[in-house]
């Protein structure tokens, strides 16, 4: 079992910078990739971004590529998402996950069935 806390939501101007973290305890050695997702009121939930293997990886999403930077910290078994030049479309509840597969297409990390484990959401609001 993996436990996946979200922290660092809040409110935030346009062009502003958030940073959101999800500790994860439990047995973390089992998780491959970590992703962020983001749903908007009466949306569906959507991909983010994505980091997986020992080289730290990385696939974003159009909507937030060179805006967003997701990191790790393996020693702290953290996860971030830096958010930068934050726009009002951007509020959304921010959900972690975290998956114990590999996947040779970076595509399947897009997807939300293929996460084995999930945060609360941290609620973010850009304001305008």
């Known amino acids: 079992q993996v436990q996946l806390v979200e922290s660092g939501g809040g409110l935030v101007q346009a062009g502003g910078s958030l940073r959101l973290s999800c500790a994860a305890s439990?047995?973390?050695?089992?998780?491959?990739?970590m992703g962020w997702f983001r749903q908007a009121l009466g949306k569906e939930r959507d991909f983010v971004a994505a980091i997986w293997g020992p080289g730290g990886s990385t696939v974003y999403a159009d909507s937030v590529e060179d805006r967003f930077t997701i990191s790790r910290d393996n020693a702290k078994n953290t996860l971030y998402l830096q958010m930068n030049n934050a726009k009002p479309e951007d509020t959304a509840v921010y959900y972690c996950?975290?998956?114990?597969?590999?996947?040779?297409?970076?595509?399947?990390?897009?997807?939300?069935?293929?996460?084995?484990?999930w945060g609360q959401g941290t609620q973010v609001t850009v304001s305008s």
């Open positions: 996950a975290a998956s114990g597969r590999v996947f040779r297409n970076t595509y399947y990390y897009s997807k939300q069935s293929n996460y084995d484990y």
């Open positions: 439990g047995r973390t050695s089992g998780t491959y990739g």
